[in-house]
Every structure is written in C-alpha cells, then in structure tokens.
C-alpha cells in the first residue's frame, strides 16, 4: 500500500540499523536507475553520491523482501518482480509528482532550469529569437538549449524534452504536436543559370547536382520524395558534397554547389532576398510533422510544463508552421 511503503512523512525505520528510510525517494532513484541503466548516472541526476542510491534500493527490497534489480559490473537489468514494481510505481509516482505541481503552480511562479534539445536551425530560426516572450512571462525559468542535428537520448542525458521533427520511431515517448514544415526545393540563381531550371522532378536525375543531407549517427541520407496530384516521384540524383548539419546543407546551397530540397523556414530568408529560386513549386512533398517529445514516465515539473505550453502557443502562431 502507498502509505505504508512511504510511511507518514515519506519515511520508514530500517530494521537493519534503526535509521530512517525515504521510501519516496527510494521509488525515485529505483525509477531512475530503470530509465538510465545506471546507478551512477541515477546519482548524478538526483544529485546523490552513488552509494546513496545503492543504500536506497538495497533499503527498498528489504521492506518489499524482493530483488528488483539484477546488478553487474557492466549492467543493470530488472527482475521480474522489479519489472511489475517498476510499471505500477512509476505511474504512481509520476502522479503523486503530478498532484504536488499542480498545487506549486496555484503557489508560486515557475523557476528553475529545464533542458531541452533540438535541430540546430530550430533553435536559432524558430524558438530562441521568441525566447524573451517567455523570459517575459516567467522570469525564473533559466533554459539550457542543446542545439545540434543528432538525436538526444532523453533518459541517460536527462533531457527533459525535445523537439523533433518527422514521424515518431519509439512509440513509447509522448508527443504534443507543435505543426508540420512545409518543404521547398531551390538553387541559386548562378546554378539555375548554368544548368536549367528543373520542370519535373526526374530532371534532377540527369544534368543537375544536389545538395544531400545524412543524419548524424546513421549516415542515412534524407529522401527526396515530390508528389503531384496523382503522381509520386523519389528522387536519388547525383551529389556533390552531403553534409550532416543543416547550417551546412544550407551553406552547401549557398555555395552553388547543387539544387537543395529543405524545409521553407530555413530558406525563406534567402528567397526573399534573391539569393535562392524556388523550383518544381508545383510538386509539393509532405510536410515535415513537428512534435514536443518527452518520457511517460518523466513527471513534467511546473517549469517544464509552462515552457512546454509556451512552445505549443508559439508554433501555432508561427507563419512558417503548419497546423
């Protein structure tokens, strides 16, 4: 029963030196260590010394009188008592959190940090030139932005959200949806000088270059899919150079190095000065779907949930984002 693993204060005699147990935090760092893998990297995020979190799960089995965790020296793997544990206590414990934000919020403003990740051009296009909005509303909520292109783990980097872009691979993970980017296709006006402007997306496969883009970690390069009413052309082509950041793909483009294939926001800048000519503007590809991600297990603390919402309130009203 809850309140007799936690006791009256959270807290519970241990029967083997008399000392009084968190079992509140115990479930905690217990939580933790299933979603980093690690007693280490469950210390670092609850700003514990290790062999604190070691005494908190050796206390917690001893009151369950079952083994959780099977422990090596290279990994930690639940038992299948530790397995039951683990789903019915997190949902318990992501609510009793849930409640206790709720009741802050109607306290006191948000502080504190959150961390959050995303693309590299996100950051600097979409989301940091409206950051003093959110400063504005609330004053004592630092933001830590990891910008780069690679995919964040959200649970061993304790990350708590990210944004990303595409259709969601781990189905685990829960999404607010912020919109869909619309694409573009286009080249300078040098390039299209010297080697035509493409008015079929099979054009890009015979006398034309292309700018590729491969994600960081796989080296998958992105497709180039063009559709017309009834009709779906995929384009591979014949590259130049690849890059596996956006700034560069950008830069690659900018460069006169090929015809590139990017999301609008990224290249409107330059459309509307002239540095870049949009082609095959009657071949539309699907938008890119762009969601907030973060762990269902993963209490959202009253900070996270304001900046959440905030991005939610700004992508609606963003003119390069789709509903």
């Avoid at 300078?188 to 970690?217: I, Q, W």
């Amino acid at each position: 029963m809850l309140y007799h693993c936690f006791g009256d204060k959270r807290t519970s005699p241990d029967s083997s030196n008399g000392a009084r147990v968190d079992y509140f935090l115990a479930v905690q760092a217990f939580n933790r260590i299933v979603e980093t893998g690690s007693f280490v990297k469950a210390a670092t995020q609850m700003d514990l010394h290790p062999n604190a979190v070691t005494k908190l799960v050796q206390a917690l089995e001893a009151h369950l009188r079952v083994k959780l965790l099977n422990r090596t020296t290279r990994r930690v793997t639940l038992t299948n008592e530790g397995g039951v544990y683990y789903e019915q206590m997190s949902r318990v414990l992501d609510r009793w959190l849930e409640v206790e934000a709720e009741i802050a919020l109607t306290q006191s403003a948000p502080k504190g940090k959150v961390r959050i990740d995303m693309g590299t051009t996100i950051a600097t296009l979409l989301v940091i030139p409206a950051l003093p909005d959110f400063h504005a509303r609330y004053p004592q909520v630092q933001i830590d932005i990891g910008a780069s292109d690679r995919t964040a783990d959200l649970a061993s980097e304790n990350i708590d959200c990210v944004i990303r872009g595409g259709v969601l691979q781990d189905s685990s993970l829960i999404a607010r949806r912020l919109g869909s980017l619309p694409f573009v296709t286009c080249a300078t006006p040098a390039y299209l000088a010297k080697h035509g402007v493409p008015s079929h997306p099979g054009e890009l496969e015979d006398g034309h270059a292309l700018v590729r883009y491969f994600f960081p970690g796989s080296r998958r390069q992105n497709n180039l899919e063009f559709i017309k009413g009834d009709e779906h052309v995929a384009v591979q082509g014949h590259y130049v150079v690849a890059v596996n950041d956006s700034n560069a793909y950008l830069a690659a483009g900018l460069a006169g190095l090929g015809v590139i294939h990017t999301l609008r926001f990224m290249a409107q800048r330059y459309i509307d000065a002239g540095t870049f000519v949009p082609v095959l503007q009657d071949w539309q590809a699907e938008p890119n779907p762009l969601s907030v991600v973060y762990m269902p297990n993963r209490h959202l603390s009253v900070r996270v949930r304001a900046f959440v919402d905030w991005l939610v309130d700004h992508f609606a009203a963003h003119p390069h984002v789709l509903p």
